[in-house]
């Protein structure tokens, strides 16, 4: 579950979990709070909250929706 989340892979995933005691506990934690664990810097705590907020932020950049990809022309 938590590998979903940006730029979380297994070791990292552990690493939270070990830390905040469950998957609950890490995606309502805040930023300054994510950081606290080992490997986890600013930049990955603030696309963890995004991506935990819905605005869709990834490692890899937004995602594109069929909306964005059309060109105006039905």
Known sequence: ?????????????????????SIVAVVQAASEELMEVRGIGEQIAREIRAFVAGDGVSSSGPETTPQMQNDGHE
């Open 1 to 21: 579950m938590l590998t979903a989340l940006p730029q979380i892979g297994p070791h990292r995933a552990r690493l939270l979990l070990n830390h905040f005691g």
